[in-house]
């Protein structure tokens, strides 16, 4: 093993495990206060909530996907995954160990990505390609993706035959009621066809037959399919780490109001990764790593705990585009579909106002 050196160090070690929107964040929120160091396993910075209009417009993901080193300009950033933390080091698959005074854990849920940003855009150009020439589409999964997904392919191609199958007895089960039915009528209008309570067997279709049976014993012709289902947390590999006593019974770290894990006074963790009853959300995970940076920060400085800042869960928002122009929108004490919620997220699905808090021109890709 193969242990790196910091530079500067002083107490300014601050390892971010993971890039994705917390991960991100915090390293250029931290990288002129700071030594830091990003590892990742890949080498950008996917703007997630954007990543379905990419599949039915490939170029769209010039700005979704950001290179690590274009927001990161005073950091270190290590493209290979991290495989376990000591109380003083993190090392990676690579066999590298870097030491830290901070630690940052922000490793969201595991999804297997290309590690590079071009292979990436290949991947939406050949998912775009494969929507394309299908005449058929059949969806799996009813949650934001799928809905989500389903909504962009019915209304850029609505020529298309779209289905979509959810296990549940509703789209959506993380909002509310009403904003669950306002999409499952706004996918009614466009023709989508939505199958609930069942379950689709993907093996059923054997080679050059594309009919796949239900687990209601219905049966689905589509010429392609996507899985949209719900990925694990990225925390499995902490068991064997010395912050497997901080995980809950769901694989979570539990952490203080602070979002230091419990009981550890400079192991802060952010984003879906934490245990706060909360939405797991973009915007909230933004909000996590303003928190846990400004009491970095502070406490680099050689503050008084005293003053570190709490983080306080606010009201559940959530905003589920309907392709291009139309969302639904649940707040607190409304919710609201159509073209007027659309406006707040739907046709830039925030990407120019996420660019731009990583120090990035809104409007330029990279």
Not at 24 to 46: G, N, R, W
Not at 300 to 317: A, R, T, V
């Amino acid at each position: 093993m193969e242990r790196t050196e910091s530079e500067s160090g002083n107490g300014r070690r601050v390892v971010v495990i993971g890039g994705g929107v917390a991960g991100s964040l915090a390293s250029k929120s931290l990288q002129f206060d700071s030594d830091v160091t990003l590892i990742d396993p890949k080498e950008y910075f996917e703007i997630t909530w954007a990543s379905l209009r990419s599949m039915v417009e490939p170029s769209f993901a010039e700005r979704t996907l950001i290179n690590h080193k274009k927001y990161l300009h005073n950091g270190r950033v290590v493209t290979s995954p991290a495989v376990n933390i000591t109380n003083s080091e993190v090392v990676t698959a690579d066999g590298l160990a870097f030491g830290y005074d901070y630690l940052v854990i922000a490793t969201g849920h595991n999804d297997v990505l290309p590690r590079t940003r071009q292979e990436k855009l290949s991947q939406y150009q050949s998912e775009y390609e494969k929507i394309k020439s299908s005449e058929s589409v059949l969806i799996v999964g009813g949650g934001p993706s799928g809905v989500e997904l389903a909504a962009e392919i019915a209304v850029d191609f609505p020529e298309k035959k779209v289905t979509l199958v959810h296990n549940g007895p509703r789209l959506l089960e993380f909002v509310g009621q009403k904003a669950a039915d306002k999409a499952f009528d706004w996918l009614k209008t466009k023709k989508v066809e939505v199958i609930l309570n069942q379950r689709v067997d993907l093996s059923s279709a054997s080679d050059g037959d594309k009919n796949y049976r239900t687990s209601g014993g219905e049966t689905v012709h589509a010429d392609c399919y996507f899985l949209c289902i719900g990925k694990p947390l990225s925390s499995e590999w902490l068991k064997g780490t010395v912050l497997n006593d901080n995980l809950d019974g769901k694989g979570r770290l539990m952490v203080d109001e602070y979002l230091r894990v419990n009981g550890r006074k400079n192991v802060f963790a952010i984003g879906d990764i934490t245990d706060i009853p909360e939405m797991k959300q973009g915007y909230i995970a933004e909000k996590h790593a303003s928190v846990a940076t400004k009491n970095i920060k502070l406490l680099m400085s050689g503050g008084n705990e005293k003053k570190l800042s709490s983080y306080k869960p606010g009201s559940d928002i959530a905003i589920i585009s309907l392709g291009r122009k139309d969302s639904v929108a649940q707040f607190p004490f409304m919710t609201v579909s159509g073209c007027v919620p659309g406006l707040l997220k739907s046709k830039d699905l925030f990407v120019g106002k996420t660019r731009k808090a990583r120090g990035l021109d809104p409007n330029i890709v990279d």
